[in-house]
């Protein structure tokens, strides 16, 4: 009886050992947390993106995962999709590996933001009003899109002409704008064509009006042919050549 019973309790003791050895950590795993994988994707963007380092940032989505890897040495590794913009919202590849044996791949999505500067309008602006150095501001904007359109230099704007009435606050674009005449349809300008120490000239017709640095349709009066020519100023237009 006292060896059955002794017998029951070696077997139980065995029991317990074994459930303990299965939950026991394993001590050659070496984690991979949520700091260094933001760390690795953060550095992945400020090495690539066309924009300084202090001017974008990263707004992570959803839980990072926590990868056990082999003790010893491990490579973190980020990669984007083709053609990859670095700005608004996306996703990279994160592989873990050792050595050449890539162990898993996780997806990681983020949010990327550029402080962008913009002209904006200090107050209101009428219809057909020319813009001049009071009536805008460049100011910086955490932006999560492409600046399509939106002028990021007063120079740019000074000068020109408002299409429509802009608002106080308004970030102005290229749409909003045009060109203040220089010539006009019917003006008699001065064709010039430049090609390093030779300097041509010849009398033109304009086609329509142009602002400074406007394409327009010129006529030489000599040939009666229509060019292209690049608006400079006054009555004077420029063959690019």
């Not at 059955?4 to 795993?29: E, N, Y």
Request: net charge positive.
């Amino acid at each position: 009886m006292k060896r059955s019973t002794a017998l029951s309790r070696i077997a139980v003791l065995l029991i317990v050992l074994a459930c303990l050895c299965g939950f026991a950590p394993d001590s050659g795993a070496a984690p991979v947390g949520e700091k260094a994988i933001k760390q690795a994707v953060k550095k992945h963007v400020e090495d690539n993106a066309p924009w300084p380092k202090d001017r974008v940032r990263v707004e992570f989505f959803g839980s990072m995962p926590e990868v056990s890897l082999p003790e010893g040495p491990a490579n973190v590794q980020v990669r984007s999709r083709a053609g990859e913009h670095y700005i608004g919202r996306t996703s990279f590849t994160v592989r873990f590996s050792k050595g050449d044996t890539v162990v898993r791949e996780e997806a990681v999505r983020v949010r990327i933001e550029v402080l962008t500067d913009v002209v904006v309008t200090t107050h209101g602006i009428m219809r057909d009003a020319i813009i001049g150095a009071d009536d805008v501001t460049v100011t910086s904007k955490w932006m999560d899109t492409a600046t399509t359109g939106v002028l990021t230099d007063s120079a740019d704007v000074l000068g020109k002409k408002a299409v429509a009435r802009l608002n106080a606050g308004t970030e102005v674009t290229r749409q909003m704008l045009r060109s203040v005449p220089v010539v006009k349809k019917g003006e008699v300008v001065r064709i010039v064509l430049e090609s390093g120490p030779m300097v041509i000239s010849a009398v033109g017709l304009c086609q329509e009006d142009g602002g400074k640095g406007d394409l327009v349709r010129v006529q030489n009066v000599a040939s009666k042919k229509i060019i292209f020519a690049r608006v400079m100023g006054t009555s004077l237009v420029r063959v690019d050549f």
